[in-house]
């Protein structure tokens, strides 16, 4: 079970940076846009294209920070042992799906089998997180049954 947890780890690592080296490629592509931007005689658009690239620039910085967050999220978890109750590291079989309790990062696939990688601050991380093999919970007016947890 350590393999799969690393494996799906792993996956979440890599979408962390991925994104992360998109947001890089946005603020200085931004950043050189702005430098290219000159005075022009319509003085308006000009300072109205200024701000619309601030505002990116400021999202991005923003994602940056999310981006911050999920590693140091990642860097909590401890891929080793088990426990009987979910926590963050967690993988979680269910009747209805397959989770990993780290970052929401989607549906990740490893050898053919799809898996979740969900927030403890999500919905469904927030229902799953305490809870133990044979427990069940709602989620979107289904019942879902914890059939393992690793």
């Known amino acids: 079970m350590y393999t799969l947890k690393k494996k799906l780890y792993d996956a979440c690592v890599d979408f962390v940076n991925k994104r992360e080296e998109t947001i890089h490629?946005?603020?200085?592509s931004n950043q050189k846009a702005l430098l290219s931007e000159?005075?022009?005689s319509a003085g308006?658009?000009?300072?109205?294209?200024?701000?619309?690239?601030?505002?990116?620039?400021?999202?991005?910085?923003?994602q940056l920070a999310g981006i911050s967050q999920m590693k140091?999220?990642?860097?909590?978890?401890?891929?080793e042992g088990t426990s009987d109750v979910v926590k963050l590291g967690s993988l979680i079989t269910t009747n209805e799906?397959?989770?990993?309790?780290?970052?929401?990062?989607?549906?990740?696939?490893?050898?053919?089998?799809?898996?979740?990688?969900?927030s403890p601050s999500?919905?469904?991380?927030?229902l799953l997180?305490?809870?133990?093999?044979?427990?069940?919970?709602?989620?979107?007016?289904?019942?879902?049954?914890i059939q393992e947890v690793y």
């Open 72 to 79: 140091m999220t990642l860097a909590k978890i401890r891929l």
């Open 38 to 40: 000159t005075k022009s």
């Open 122 to 126: 999500s919905p469904i991380g927030k």
């Open 97 to 118: 799906a397959n989770y990993f309790l780290a970052i929401s990062a989607g549906q990740l696939t490893i050898s053919d089998t799809s898996y979740y990688a969900i």
């Open 44 to 62: 308006d658009k000009h300072e109205t294209g200024r701000a619309m690239l601030q505002l990116e620039m400021e999202k991005a910085s923003q």
């Open 25 to 28: 490629q946005i603020i200085s």
């Open 129 to 145: 997180l305490g809870k133990a093999k044979n427990n069940g919970l709602y989620f979107n007016d289904k019942r879902v049954f």
